[in-house]
């Protein structure tokens, strides 16, 4: 054996090992029985599969419409003509008439660096920060409106930063450096039991916390994180940060409105599945109604809360602090303002949160944290202090916990 001319690194034995091509006989009409061979690209699941260095991965999906059936048929395909590799600065909006650079996989520019498919980091630029992260495709298989799968593949992602290896992170806080941001990807690639990780980047000129991100100003997130907030009726989208508690997150203005924010758990990815039980989740800042006090409401011990301490008008709500399954996660308890819809005392029947003005419907009751070291945490309502959901969840640690005054 030997080596390929076009690709050093690939050995071969005949020049068809050296092709990105292979001689396939495909059914033209399967009503005539009409076969043919013909030169077919080869499949791949990332770069380096492809023998021939001129070529990269392509993205497609095999012919499945059943869910569970579903899968990806990646097919290598030519590089296009004048590109930049690995890790390379890039325009995510191309279709704004300033197309940019071109990446040699010219369907991978994610956050203004240059992307492509892999199996493991060593697919990817380590050396320009890169990483091999999870990103999952939403499918729609049929014509109803929704989606029907949810398909994960690993891809290079790029987070700059300083030193050779990486910084953790779950907040803004713990990053030292200049214009470093605490920044979250999907790990490990094609895998249907996914986990967070956070690090510290130094991602250049993307847009910080607060500002306007999207396609509407062709802008990424220095923290990749974009929220659409709807604001007076405004779907406005902004960039958000991560965080442990409301501590961690300040006031945003947000189009007309100067709002407070609190730090709660959004849904990252969607663990391969159309469930919302199993998702992963990432603690980050969020905007709540501007008259919220955002006070702390914590208890003395862990996953309690104290609604005395809120002001007139406000109830302590939980906001869960989660990421993946293996996480049991917390609460982060804070004072926001009552729903106009609550009406309803401690232990009155319920069929909603909004009806209550302890901010929690439990077991057809309207229910409110509580301390169970505090006597009488539930006063005369004949609940009792006990551990309930704050946030349902499948497998792994289970629901994320907190005490409610609820039936015994």
């Given amino acids: 054996g030997g080596s390929c001319s076009n690709n050093p690194d690939q050995s071969c034995t005949t020049a068809g090992d050296c092709s990105s091509y292979s001689c396939t006989t495909l059914t033209l009409s399967a009503t005539h029985g009409y076969n043919d061979d013909i030169c077919y690209p080869k499949s791949c699941t990332k770069d380096s599969d492809c023998p021939d260095a001129d070529f990269f991965c392509g993205m497609f999906l095999n012919a499945a419409t059943d869910p569970q059936a579903v899968g990806w048929e990646n097919l290598c395909l030519p590089r296009p003509p004048d590109t930049v590799g690995l890790g390379e600065a890039c325009n995510s909006y191309p279709a704004t008439g300033n197309p940019g650079p071109l990446c040699e996989n010219p369907n991978w520019c994610d956050h203004g660096y240059c992307g492509t498919l892999c199996d493991s980091d060593s ?9 091999c992260a999870t990103t999952e495709i939403a499918l729609n298989l049929d014509d109803e409106a929704g989606t029907d799968a949810y398909l994960p593949t690993g891809s290079c992602e790029t987070f700059p930063h300083e030193g050779v290896a990486f910084t953790s992170c779950t907040k803004d806080a713990d990053c ?6 605490c920044a979250a990807y999907l790990t490990p690639p094609n895998s249907g039991a996914m986990s967070v990780e956070r690090v510290c980047t130094k991602p250049g000129a993307l847009a910080g916390y607060g500002e306007m991100c999207g396609s509407g100003v062709q802008m990424d997130c220095a923290s990749r994180i974009c929220l659409l907030n709807d604001i007076q ?4 989208p902004a960039c958000s940060r991560l965080c442990d508690t409301a501590a961690d997150c300040d006031a945003v203005t947000f189009g007309p409105q100067l709002l407070n924010t609190a730090c709660s758990s959004i849904r990252l990815g969607f663990n391969g599945t159309t469930a919302t039980e199993d998702d992963v989740r990432l603690p980050v800042c969020v905007p709540i109604d501007q008259t919220s ?10 996953a309690t809360g104290d609604p005395t301490v809120c002001p007139a008008g406000e109830y302590c709500i939980a906001f869960p602090i989660v990421t993946d399954l293996a996480d049991a996660g917390t609460i982060d308890a804070r004072c926001i303002t009552n729903e106009e819809s609550a009406t ?9 949160d909004e009806e209550c003005l302890g901010g929690y419907c439990q077991l057809g009751q309207c229910s409110q944290l509580c301390d169970p070291a505090k006597p009488e945490p539930c006063g005369t309502s004949g609940l009792g202090c006990m551990l309930g959901s704050a946030l349902e969840r499948s497998g792994g640690a289970g629901d994320v916990q907190a ?3 609820m039936s015994p």
């Fill in 293 to 302: 006090s955002i006070t702390s409401c914590a208890g003395a011990g862990p």
């Fill in 176 to 181: 030292a450096a200049p214009d470093s941001v």
């Fill in 344 to 352: 309803k005392g401690l232990g009155d029947s319920c069929s909603d």
């Fill in 233 to 236: 009726g405004l779907e406005l």
């Fill in 123 to 131: 697919d990817c630029a380590t050396e320009k920060g890169q990483v």
């Fill in 403 to 405: 005490w409610f005054c």
